[in-house]
């Protein structure tokens, strides 16, 4: 009876043990079986995101490179449809290799008078100054009492100094708010000026595009007489002007005759009166050199006996007068 009770014993113990190793391998097949479901899951995901990525950078590409061919295409015929305008003294002119007689009469034939240039309005092609949108405009205008100037077009910006009743302004733009850009980059209300010159013969206008911002400028003597004689002598106002500011905030030191300014013998005149190309002698030279320029530029500020002589920092040099003579 004890052998049967062991034998028996024996065998329900081998079929637990079997049962149990039964178990064990199915959860582990089955554990196997979860693992590589959920790893060709994951890698299967995994590829679907790099694909979808690659796709996604493909296209960012694509519409880079169309964005940047139509910019390509159409910028040029944007800077085409500006059309020239060389009103003031120191601007972004068409570059001519030859300053001959020619050259001189072409510009002299495109660029307006001044008595022209206070009546007419000439636009371009619109930019952007101080979040405001600003058309270029020439014209000569006056202080139609004691006017503010400022660095920007608005009340908020620095004052730079105060106009008085009179004083005549070279205008070179006109912003969306109303203010008048200056030919020296400053600013003005358009609302505070006028068209017309003061009438007091005893008014003497001080023009803020050539004068420096200390000096009291002295009115130049109408010219109606022609061009001045080789080797005469004639008493001039003598003014200064720097690299004048563009509407993207860099400088232009290009001439109405298409050279560049040089500082010595660059100088702006009257066409009328001494031509461009014209080497004048100013005595007493107030640069301290040989007295010897060239006429290769203009202005609307620029007329009669008036000379304005390019240098390349306008502080520490005023209004004067000179004895000036063709060479």
Known sequence: MRFIDLTTKYHITRDRLFSAISIICILIVSTAGVLITKTVLDNQTHNDMLRRQQQAEELAAATTETSESATTETTPKEESAVAPVVPSSVTDETSSSDASSDVSESIEESVPSEETTAEQTTTTEATTTAGHSETELYMTVYASGELNLRTGPGTEYELVRVLSSGDAIDVVAVTDNGWYRTYNGNYVSSGLTTTTPPVSPSTVPQTEATAAP????????????????????????????????????????????????????????????????????IANDPLGGDGYY??????????????????????????????????
């Open 294 to 327: 060239t006429v290769e530029d203009r202005g609307p500020g620029v007329t009669g006996n008036h000379i304005d002589i390019y240098v390349d920092d306008v502080s520490g040099y005023s209004t004067t007068s000179r004895d000036v003579s063709v060479a």
């Open 214 to 281: 200390t000096a009291a400028a002295t009115a130049a003597p109408e010219q109606t007489q022609g061009p001045a004689p080789a080797g005469s002598s004639t008493n001039c106002t003598i003014t200064f002007y720097g690299p004048q500011p563009r509407g993207d905030g860099s400088y232009s030191t290009t001439t109405a005759t298409g050279t560049t300014c040089s500082q010595g013998r660059t100088c702006a005149a009257d066409w009328s009166i001494y031509p461009a190309g014209t080497v004048i002698y």
